[in-house]
């Protein structure tokens, strides 16, 4: 089925719109936490997982239940309009004042909030990467439309990176700051997210449907376990999150502690960093006609540890961070379309055996979450071992917010390639 020529734009504005009212979250809310929200790092940390741990449990649940409602109403269009309506609205509420509160309050409501959030991201996620079925039956279409979601995904990513510190100054860069770039965000992604829903509120389900009685979900899951390589991509997913959540989220405390530098600085150092996500996306379709799938995964995986290298070896200023940066971020990138292309097409082969494609991506993006989950996790308890920041930090402890900013994500990255190495027989795909 040909895809009509606007498909792909209105597509890509639904991961723009949706990477919009997440984005925020794991760039800055660690650090909105700590300095402003007056929430212990350690406690910090476990509240920005605690959503990510949610979802584990729920999102196969939640993934496999979508595709349930959506067979009933005939399209995955109402799930969007869900999310459209309510997505922009929780980013706004995480950063209402709320210091007035006892802190086990405070903690509280925050970690409803942020389990609300995560859980309908999961919803709208699932049923806009599914409905990429839906629109596209067969593989060049359906990359075609997974590079405009790393693309819009990207996009959102520069905007965050680039507007979300200017906002915040512009507003005051204090707790007012924060809200005001919530609110203008917010706005951009309902607009980004009703532009996706008028593109795909009649396109009809027609992919991933379970055919029969469907079993038990413990027994579906159990049955997933059959794809080996679904679950290979899955893990590097995990170790993906994890290590650019970790480089993402410290970099205001580098920004602050160690370049003694304001919030809109932040800017600089992030916009090479997504400028090379989206050429990476951009170009990973040309180079995956012309290279093996496992030598693409780790090309761009020792991509990515040579940027880390360089952030550890180079001086501490904007140029040499912002390059360090952009290296990992063109990895990134590639890696981005290369890990969805790969997932979908390993969970659409089984799923063409009567298996639910919201299944697969439930736990594709439980998998994605929990990467970001442990790397807030282990960056939050990690500030705890730093020590404290504020005022005159001592040399030890910017010695430590070093090793943990670079340590971190070079660990995770190898481990990554020993993931991958005894395993890139089942990842192999013929270059199309």
Not at 57 to 78: H, K, Y
Not at 174 to 183: E, I, K
Not at 244 to 272: I, Q
């Amino acid at each position: 089925m040909k895809i009509p020529r606007l498909m792909p734009v209105g597509f890509g504005a639904g991961a723009l719109g949706m990477s919009l009212a997440f984005g925020a979250v794991p760039l800055l809310f660690l650090f909105y936490l700590t300095e402003f929200a007056q929430v212990p790092p350690a406690v910090a940390g476990v509240l920005l997982a605690i959503p990510k741990l949610a979802d584990m449990v729920l999102d196969p649940w939640i993934g496999r239940r979508s595709d349930a409602v959506a067979r009933r109403l005939g399209s995955r269009g109402a799930l969007l309009a869900l999310g459209t309506a309510v997505l922009p609205l929780t980013l706004v509420l995480l950063f209402l004042p709320m210091q007035a509160l006892p802190l086990p309050a405070r903690i509280g409501l925050l970690g409803v909030l942020l389990v609300v959030q995560s859980l309908l991201l999961t919803v709208c996620t699932v049923a806009h990467t599914a409905i990429a079925g839906d629109i596209a039956d067969g593989i060049e279409g359906r990359s075609a439309l997974m590079a405009a979601r790393a693309i819009g995904q990207t996009l959102a990513g520069l905007t965050v990176s680039v507007a979300a510190p200017q906002l915040v100054a512009a507003f005051g860069a204090n707790q007012s700051g924060y809200l005001g770039m919530a609110a203008v965000l917010a706005l951009v992604s309902l607009a980004a997210l009703a532009l996706c829903w008028l593109s795909v509120r009649r396109v009809r389900i027609s992919a991933g449907v379970e055919t029969g009685k469907p079993d038990h979900l413990l027994r579906a899951l159990g049955g997933t376990l059959r794809n080996k390589a679904f679950y290979c991509i899955a893990c590097i997913l995990v170790l993906m999150g994890l290590s650019s959540t970790a480089l993402l989220s410290a970099l205001p405390y580098v920004n602050k502690h160690l370049l003694h530098v304001g919030p809109d600085n932040l800017s600089l150092l992030l916009t090479p960093l997504f400028l090379t996500v989206l050429l990476g996306v951009s170009s990973a379709p040309w180079i995956a006609r012309r290279a093996p799938a496992p030598a693409i995964l780790c090309g761009a995986l020792l991509l990515a540890l040579t940027g880390i290298a360089w952030l550890g070896l180079g001086p501490r200023s904007n140029a040499s961070i912002a390059s360090g940066c952009a290296l990992f971020g063109l990895a990134s990138g590639v890696l981005t379309v290369m890990i969805s292309t790969l997932a979908i097409e390993s969970a659409t082969q089984f799923c063409a055996q009567g298996e639910s494609l919201g299944l697969y991506l439930g736990i594709l993006f439980s998998a994605e979450k929990l990467g970001q989950s442990l790397g807030g996790l282990v960056l939050g308890l990690g500030l705890d071992w730093v020590g404290p920041l504020q005022g005159e930090a001592s040399a030890l402890s910017l010695s430590r917010l070093e090793a943990l900013w670079i340590g971190t994500p070079a660990i995770t990255l190898v481990a990554a390639l020993v993931l991958l190495l005894p395993l890139t027989s089942r990842l192999r795909v013929q270059p199309a």
